[in-house]
């Protein structure tokens, strides 16, 4: 005879995520910080920035350029 194993399964939903970057334009050589908002992101959210198709940044929520040159598609 075995034992009885019983558990409840929640669920969080989908999570969703809003990119937030200067919306007035950016001009080259500048700085600029984007920025991900994300909901129902579960208990360990992995964070993968990549600028032109080449991975970027370490495992967060806000990605930092410098120097922006021309095109730099995020």
Known sequence: ??????FNVIDNGHAT???????????????????AVVSNE???PVYNWRVNGQAVAANA??????????PNLV
């Not at 005879?1 to 019983?6: A, G, M």
């Not at 995520?17 to 920025?35: D, L, M, Q």
């Open 42 to 44: 579960g208990a360990r």
């Open 61 to 70: 929520p806000v990605l930092r350029l410098s120097n922006v040159t021309v």
């Open 17 to 35: 995520v809003a990119i937030s970057a200067p919306v007035s334009g950016v001009c080259v050589g500048e700085n600029i910080v984007v920025t």
């Open 1 to 6: 005879v075995s034992n009885k194993l019983v």
